[in-house]
């Protein structure tokens, strides 16, 4: 494998793995004040969905990211209505909702376009294209150096820098904030938080918010950027393995880049080799490869994941106590 096909399979892996990026620091806020999110994974396609509806209709990227992430913060709320103010089950508020975003997007995108589920293709502002940054071209042909900033750094889109910065800016908030400290604390004992003075419910909903603007991007990512509309079922359980990847980190934000970037390699590299005979096994099923990186990714986090350490108060409803 030569140089400019490293260098191919590295992008492609940057661009995979950004919407499981996303979602995953999304669960880590969710989780971190004590609110257990499996329902990443409907407020993507949700998101991706309106995304593509609000693209299409207004013509403009932005207004589409707005839509997508709209929809995903109203989920976000439905989820929190449910599991905060209503102490109800998480785990089956999150997977309740997964069912309503598979069902609600095919159904609409049949009724509005008539496509089975689809929204017509996007074009030209209607999505997100790539960024040039400053002197890439100039940059292209120094040795080693010119390739990684032209090919990978260079050229990404803008929600790719985003979802990359976010991560520094999850720590940040997380471990050097007064409100990252009380996050933390509320999904550790909430009852001291309480005894302090501060509301455990507006905590969690915040974090719940703060998941559901984040997912709300990744969505939108997936139809309006890596992609040129909404297909049904488009997440591909990319939720789930965001969720993964947040348990293998230990609910950590710097891990987490690692296991999604993982999963997006694995990706990547499985795209390469469809069609490809490999030695001594010659063809393989186009449905192997694709279920490749999946499997990969559950023995390699079921090997090195140990024993993960969730917040201690996580998926337990806060009664106050009188």
């Known amino acids: 494998m030569d140089a400019g096909a490293i260098l191919d399979i590295v992008d492609s892996a940057i661009r995979l793995s950004t919407p499981l990026l996303l979602a995953a620091l999304a669960g880590l806020f969710s989780e971190r004040a004590g609110v257990f999110d499996i329902g990443l994974e409907g407020k993507m396609l949700v998101a991706a969905f309106f995304a593509a509806v609000g693209a299409a209709a207004s013509g403009s990227a932005i207004l589409g990211l707005l ?157 309006i950027a890596q992609s040129a509309g909404f297909n049904r079922e488009m997440t591909a359980g990319q939720g789930y393995i965001a969720l993964a990847a947040l348990i293998f980190a230990n609910w950590r934000p710097v891990p987490v880049l690692f296991a999604c970037l993982l999963f997006g390699f694995l990706n990547a590299a499985s795209i390469r080799i469809q069609g490809v005979p490999l030695p001594l096994v010659g063809q393989v099923p186009v449905q192997a490869v694709q279920a490749l990186p999946y499997i990969l990714t559950v023995i390699l986090l079921a090997g090195f994941v140990g024993k993960p350490s969730p917040p201690k108060a996580g998926g337990v409803p806060y009664v106050k106590e009188r």
């Not at 998480?90 to 997977?95: D, F, P």
Request: hydrophobic share 55%; with cysteine.
């Open 67 to 223: 839509a997508g992430i709209a929809a995903a913060l109203v989920f976000a709320l439905v989820h929190g209505l449910a599991s905060i103010t209503y102490r109800g089950n998480q785990i089956v508020s999150g997977v309740a909702l997964n069912f309503v975003a598979s069902g609600l997007t095919v159904l609409l995108g049949q009724n509005w376009y008539g496509e089975g589920g689809r929204t017509p293709n996007l074009a030209g502002a209607a999505r997100f294209g790539d960024v040039a940054l400053p002197g890439a071209e100039a940059l292209r042909s120094v040795p080693v150096l010119g390739p990684l900033y032209a090919g990978i750094v260079s050229g990404q889109n803008i929600l790719v820098y985003a979802a990359f910065l976010a991560v520094p800016v999850t720590w940040w908030v997380l471990f050097r904030t007064r409100f990252g400290l009380r996050l933390r604390a509320v999904g550790e004992n909430p009852a001291a938080v309480d005894t302090a003075g501060i509301s455990v419910t507006w905590l969690r909903y915040r974090a719940v918010l703060i998941c559901g603007l984040l997912t709300g991007i990744a969505g939108a990512y997936l139809s």
